[in-house]
T-cell receptor, first 114, second 113 residues
Framework: NAGVTQTPKFQVLKTGQSMTLQCAQD?????MSWYRQDPGMGLRLIHY???????DQGEVPNGYNVSRSTTEDFPLRLLSAAPSQTSVYFC?????????????FGPGTRLTVL | GESVGLHLPTLSVQEGDNSIINCAYS??????FIWYKQESGKGPQFIID?????DKRQGQRVTVLLNKTVKHLSLQIAATQPGDSAVYFC????????????FGKGTLLTVNP
């Protein structure tokens, strides 16, 4: 199993550009989530999904969209990038809910918005 | 608001010593707690978890202690090795949520040879 994979590893955007961060898992996990990690802030939940077709907002959802058309994939979209979105983004998955069992994290995407 | 915090932002130990990393939480409704290790440039890696119906759980070289009375969580690493150098995060399931975790800010553990 590859586990949780994320692409790209690095990305530089200009303010106002859009892009999609890709996340995939091959463990047949129902639950997937996106976090951002900023210095001194810990990990903060952006959006999560409890299964295909179901998504919900986390702690810091503004500026981000998600969809879950398949169990395996959970892309994160930035419609109009802002410098405040410069961060490291992590995708995670688990069998059930992120609050009840182990979440497995991907390697991260480091995003810089100029 | 509710939050998870760490008492010490950095910890430096000698190789072979035992390490203790502490974490305070304030949401008494949280019932699932996890410790993660994050090495530089990598994603968080699960170390050990504990549910609120337990006060101690042991893994390989690691032990997590939960004191619900004072809302305190600790991670003990026995015989610390250079490979243990990383940032350690505690997390709680945000007041008992099945879906949301609240992470602490992390403690940097440095192991000196």
């Amino acid at each position: 199993n590859a586990g949780v994979t994320q692409t790209p590893k690095f990305q530089v955007l200009k303010t106002g550009q859009s892009m999609t961060l890709q996340c995939a898992q091959d463990m047949n996990h129902e639950y997937m989530s996106w976090y951002r990690q900023d210095p001194g802030m810990g990990l903060r939940l952006i959006h999560y999904s409890v299964g295909a077709g179901i998504t919900d907002q986390g702690e810091v959802p503004n500026g981000y969209n998600v969809s879950r058309s398949t169990t395996e994939d959970f892309p994160l979209r930035l419609l109009s990038a802002a410098p405040s979105q410069t961060s490291v983004y992590f995708c995670a998955s688990s069998w059930q809910g992120g609050g009840t069992d182990t979440q497995y994290f991907g390697p991260g995407t480091r995003l810089t918005v100029l | 608001g509710e939050s998870v915090g760490l008492h010490l932002p950095t910890l430096s130990v000698q190789e072979g010593d035992n390490s203790i990393i502490n974490c305070a939480y304030s949401n008494s409704a949280s019932d699932y707690f996890i410790w993660y290790k994050q090495e530089s440039g990598k994603g968080p890696q699960f170390i050990i978890d504990i549910r609120s119906n337990m006060d101690k759980r042991q893994g390989q070289r690691v032990t997590v202690l939960l004191n619900k009375t004072v809302k305190h969580l600790s991670l003990q690493i026995a015989a610390t090795q250079p490979g243990d150098s990383a940032v350690y995060f505690c997390a709680e399931n945000s007041g008992g949520s099945n879906y949301k975790l609240t992470f602490g800010k992390g403690t940097l553990l440095t192991v000196n040879p």
